[in-house]
């Protein structure tokens, strides 16, 4: 089974999964949102992705993430009932892993049904699933925060699924006025938080 790999990020795949190409062969890999932007690379440009690889019996897919911790909360996710791969995703593209733990333990089902496809019944079953899984992960989330604060609030005074979208890119490391610039360019923000944040990122990758 494949754990972990370093390449280049090459481009990203019409279903949002990333193209990594590691000597010569490219691998398609499924991230949660964001995780480029969170991936850190080397002198080369390269970057490492942790990976899971889950297999069924008609097909083996890869699913990627900026560090350890996040794999491993992938994978604590995956054991939980009724949550699958594409379900776990979505879960760590809308929250962080710490954010995550701290909802856990205040079983603040809200946080949770922000994120889409998370309805009322399963964030509140998953809160329930998760209670006192995710403590040593938090820890080791906590300890790789930069020792700096990071900004918290939306760059600019927005409301809405602006709001939800400009704290979403604060969260992955982008500056203020970055998420400014995305947000001017984004259209129709009554879309759904996904999309929005999607082409935020593409617009930052430009």
Known sequence: MIGRLTGSVDGVEPDGALLLTVGGVGYEVHVPLGTEG??????RGHATVHVHTHA????LSLFGFASAVEKETFRTLL???????????AVLGGIAV????EAVERADAKVLTRIPGVGKRTAER???DLKGKLGPLALEARAMMPREPQATASPRDLKGQGALVADALVRMGFKPGEVDRALAGVAD???????????????LSR
């Open 98 to 101: 710490l954010e995550l733990a």
């Open 38 to 43: 969170r991936l850190i690379k080397d002198e």
């Open 79 to 89: 054991h939980l009932s009724g949550v699958g791969p594409k379900l776990a995703l």
């Open 126 to 128: 998953m809160l329930v």
């Open 56 to 59: 069924r019996e008609d097909q």
């Open 189 to 203: 923000l009554d879309r759904p938080l996904g999309e929005l944040v999607r082409d935020a990122l593409a617009l």
